[in-house]
């Protein structure tokens, strides 16, 4: 991710920043952590890595890629593929994130994780 910014258009028209500047790269097996105060931009942050911004606001800047893919060049259509295969997100609301009681890898699969797999067996030997 390079010079995200992502913009909401106030009540008198005006635009104004929510993120600005976010540069990041994850490599294959690291793990990236966003952290900060409740209203800092990580949500938002996470959002725009899937090519998505809340109701009213849009990604007004930047580039980003996720696993070779410019998330800013997809279609409709490419995006809801590219959510389901290359990246997802995990809400940390605890009504909304996974069942403590249950391996994440089923729930995972359970919830469409890998959606070209419909065997659930099939998506385990997927994510090895």
Do not use: W
């Given at each position: 991710?390079?010079?995200?910014?992502?913009?909401?258009?106030?009540?008198?028209?005006?635009?104004?920043?929510?993120?600005?500047?976010?540069?990041?790269?994850?490599?294959?097996?690291?793990?990236?952590?966003?952290?900060?105060?409740?209203?800092?931009?990580?949500?938002?942050?996470?959002?725009?890595?899937?090519?998505?911004?809340?109701?009213?606001?849009?990604?007004?800047?930047?580039?980003?890629?996720?696993?070779?893919?410019?998330?800013n060049s997809l279609t409709p259509g490419q995006l809801?593929?590219?959510?389901?295969?290359?990246?997802?997100?995990?809400?940390?609301?605890?009504?909304?994130?996974?069942?403590?009681?249950?391996?994440?890898?089923?729930?995972?699969?359970?919830?469409?994780?890998?959606?070209?797999?419909?065997?659930?067996?099939?998506?385990?030997?997927?994510?090895?």
């Amino acid at each position: 991710m390079d010079k995200l910014r992502v913009t909401a258009q106030t009540d008198r028209g005006e635009e104004i920043d929510l993120v600005s500047d976010i540069h990041f790269t994850v490599q294959k097996g690291e793990v990236l952590a966003l952290i900060g105060e409740s209203g800092s931009g990580k949500t938002t942050i996470a959002m725009a890595l899937m090519g998505y911004a809340r109701s009213g606001c849009r990604i007004a800047d930047g580039n980003i890629h996720v696993a070779g893919t410019d998330v800013n060049s997809l279609t409709p259509g490419q995006l809801r593929a590219f959510r389901g295969n290359k990246v997802a997100y995990i809400a940390q609301s605890a009504a909304a994130s996974f069942n403590p009681g249950m391996k994440i890898l089923d729930q995972v699969i359970g919830a469409g994780g890998y959606p070209r797999h419909p065997d659930p067996q099939s998506g385990k030997s997927q994510s090895d």
